[in-house]
């Protein structure tokens, strides 16, 4: 079992930065492929970021690309995603999710192949 924490989420303007933090709580969470969705309200959870366990493969939504940079640090048990350029399109509440994978290399976008998620944190740019 695994446990998701995020933090992070603020409001800030646009062209500002944040970056959100997802600590998990199982010593084997760095054997967690892990992403970032979001959920904008009257819209579809939408894929955002995507890290491979090792940390050796990333993968972004082309909405983010070249704006969000995915990270972890699994000596912390911990996954960040640092969010530049920021513009109120990117208000949503920003949700992690994990699950194991046996391939250092392996992620996913897919929505319903993440067994654990957190509970969310709100992230509100201004114009």
């Known amino acids: 079992q695994v446990q998701l924490v995020e933090s992070g989420g603020g409001l800030v303007q646009a062209g500002g930065s944040l970056r959100l933090s997802c600590a998990a709580s199982?010593?084997?969470?760095?054997?967690?492929?892990v992403a970032w969705f979001r959920q904008a309200p009257g819209n579809e959870r939408e894929f955002v970021a995507a890290?491979?366990?090792?940390?050796?493969?990333?993968h972004y939504a082309d909405s983010v690309k070249g704006r969000f940079t995915i990270s972890r640090d699994n000596a912390k048990n911990t996954v960040y995603v640092q969010m530049n350029s920021l513009t109120p399109e990117d208000t949503a509440v920003y949700y992690c999710?994990?699950?194991?994978?046996?391939?250092?290399?392996?992620?996913?976008?897919?929505?319903?192949?993440?067994?654990?998620w957190g509970q969310g944190t709100q992230v509100t740019v201004s114009s």
């Open positions: 999710a994990a699950r194991y994978s046996s391939d250092s290399y392996y992620l996913t976008s897919d929505y319903y192949d993440y067994r654990y």
């Open positions: 890290i491979s366990w090792s940390g050796g493969r990333t």
């Open positions: 199982a010593r084997t969470a760095s054997r967690y492929a």
